[in-house]
């Protein structure tokens, strides 16, 4: 089965570990205006000490993925819970809900299961059924009434015949298509909404084939679609094969400042939502240290991102690491945990 670059170079190397890593804009799409966050170039240093002075980080949780399960913690990695031991197995990306109180994930890349932050009132809110052939990345609207995620289908078990960006109504289970495509050979990924919800980021992934197990992929973009659907998507980034490093954007999208941030060789950049002031924001060397998977704070400071050091397959190992998007001081978080898919509670 197809997948982002990230999630199976993360899955070939830590199995045992972790379960892993242009056409018109729309009509009301991503306000342009210039971004009030600086992006300063990061060293590759990371500070001793955990981000927790903070009083807006006061009791704040990460939720991540390890082994297969959600999992919740401190920000200095103590008090880990198993968030929802009794759902199925193979549980990836998690979300959390605007106001912090609830989580989104997907178990075996089929199902959409919502669970409170507590661990009560887990319940199964969507399933992949044929043609649908796999779901994964599901993303909270900022009001909590919807959640869009990615969908691909194939009508033979062979090939593609379509990928797309959903969004399913949490109340009413009523599902919409936010963006799709048709061609077999571009998969749609990782959706994260704008701060007012008008707008959507994506990952799309060009491969060299349209079956559904083809694993050369030629192109990558990052791009921006309405959010209401019905008009083409842009792109804002894009660049071509053989992708190095692991590959894959994991776009986030800034709901404080009008920002993106994406993964592209091990490094993050960051991208206004029209295209224009691209900035490098990393400078790891994408053999001993790798910075993937980057999401921003919930108050828009800063950007917290999956740090992998060592090489891959031979001294790797997995944590999460904060960046002050102001003064560019970085320090770990989540203390030992191996972790992948890191976001911080609101």
Known sequence: MRSPVAVRALGLLLVVAVAACGSSPAANGPATAPASTPTPSIVPTVSAGVATSDPAMAGKRLVFQNAGRVRTAMLDGSGVVDVAPSAPADQEHPDWSHDGKSLVFDPELSMLWVVNSDGTALRSVYTCEAPCHSLQDGAWSPDGSEIAFMVAETEDGATTSLSAI????????????????????VWLFHPRWSGDGQSIVFERDTFASNRVDESTTTKVAVAVASASGGTDAKNVASWDGPISGLGSPDP?????????????????????????????????????????QPTF?????????????????????????????????????GGDNQMTHTRLQP
């Open 166 to 185: 959903l969004s399913l109504n949490v109340g009413s289970g009523a599902v919409r298509t936010i963006v799709d495509d048709t061609s077999g050979r």
């Open 252 to 292: 986030d999208w800034n709901s404080v400042d009008d920002l993106i941030v994406f993964c592209r060789n091990d490094n993050l950049f960051t991208v206004q939502p029209d295209g224009t002031s691209e900035a490098q924001l990393t400078r790891f060397d994408a053999q001993t240290q790798h910075a993937i």
């Open 297 to 333: 704070t919930p108050d828009g400071t800063g950007i917290l991102f999956t740090l992998v050091k060592g090489h891959f397959g031979v001294d790797d190992a997995l944590g999460a690491a904060l960046v002050d998007l102001k003064d560019a001081h970085l320090v770990p978080v």
